[in-house]
């Protein structure tokens, strides 16, 4: 079904949030074989609320001019982008906020970010999240420390819902939609199947279900933009070492099969892959551990989705690599809307 309206404000309203982060057998021995560590955070998210804190070398975000410049993109069709979106998953908003991570958004200067994983109640949302030229919206978690999303957008939605609808899901504050002239935003930040896939069968037999159900609601009435930390690494060709992933979350045969019905059945289209499909190292998430980012080691988890009538229109889909402040990149999705 459609979401159901709420007009948005100005004003925060918060969200919390825990993540289950693949720790991705996070890098490989010299020898290439990768070993998951004995404590490792595997993008913990069903385990303790409190995620394993970044690295201070990563805790400052780092910018430039040269590394967010936009290509002279165009669409299919020649017509050249005329609006940018993006999307982090920020891990803490308070951090986030506390190391500077507004400079990335100022300097990005996008029309629309979602950010996941805020793990921040509303009641502890600080003044600083509210920043100028933009509206900002928050999806809490019941659970203090855990999941969460957002958007800041620079003009003020027609709408805004919080959740699918379901009430088993929308306690962890996963999903955040904002409606929008031509399209409705969608940020979302997919459950992860955590240590020994213990939430396995519900992410791929309810919660991926449940969100198709909702995209498809909101896809019948307008266009949707899909964007967020999606947990799956599609392809072999997005991580590292999908030889010895096979059974770690978030490269499970039963997600990526899960993610590839979603697309085709509802005609959505993987916009990074649309414009660079054979692109390889092209990641977005790095665990900590082991120097993984100074490396490469990662996965491409986070994701532009657009509906397919959109697709024509997508210039270009970028990965932020050199931005730093989370286990995360950003990405961002030019289109010439």
Not at 8 to 27: C, F, H, I, M, V
Not at 33 to 41: D, L, N, V, Y
Not at 92 to 105: H, I, M, P, V
Request: aromatic fraction near 8%; proline fraction near 6%; hydrophobic fraction near 35%.
């Amino acid at each position: 079904m459609p979401p159901k309206k709420r007009q948005s404000t100005s004003k925060p309203k918060a969200a919390g949030s825990k993540r289950a982060k693949l720790d991705e057998a996070a890098s490989e021995s010299s020898a290439g074989k990768e070993k998951k560590p004995a404590k490792a955070a595997a993008k913990k998210e069903s385990d303790a609320p409190a995620a394993a804190a970044a690295p201070s070398t990563a805790a400052a975000p780092s910018t430039s001019a040269t590394s967010l410049e936009c290509p002279a993109a165009k669409d299919a069709e020649g017509r050249p982008w005329s609006l940018k979106l993006a999307s982090w998953n920020i891990n803490g908003l308070r951090a986030w906020l506390k190391n500077n991570g507004t400079r990335y958004l100022l300097e990005e200067a996008p029309f629309i970010i979602g950010v996941q994983e805020i793990k921040c109640p509303s009641a502890k949302v600080p003044p600083e999240a509210s920043i100028p030229g933009y509206h900002a919206l928050f999806s809490s978690a019941d659970k203090d420390g855990y999941a969460g999303t957002g958007i800041y957008s620079r003009d003020k939605p027609l709408s805004v819902k919080e959740g699918i609808g379901a009430a088993k899901h929308d306690s962890e504050g996963r999903v955040i939609t904002a409606e929008f002239e031509k399209f409705y935003f969608v940020t979302a930040y997919v459950p992860n199947s955590g240590r020994q896939l213990a939430r396995l069968k519900y992410r791929v037999s309810e919660w991926d279900k449940d969100f198709a159900a909702y995209l498809r609601g909101l896809d019948a009435v307008k266009p949707v933009i899909v964007c967020g930390d999606l947990n799956v690494a599609h392809l072999e060709i997005d991580l590292a070492n999908p030889k010895t992933n096979q059974r770690t979350a978030g490269f499970t045969k039963e997600e990526r099969d899960s993610f590839s019905s979603m697309l085709s059945s509802l005609d959505l289209v993987d916009t990074f892959r649309q414009v660079h499909p054979d692109q390889t190292k092209a990641y977005t998430f790095w665990s900590y551990m082991r120097n993984a980012r100074a490396q490469n080691i990662g996965w491409r988890l986070d994701y532009f989705l657009v509906s397919k009538r959109l697709a024509g229109r997508v210039c270009d889909s970028l990965i932020r690599s050199s931005v730093m402040g989370s286990d995360h990149c950003p990405i961002v999705l030019l289109l010439s809307l």
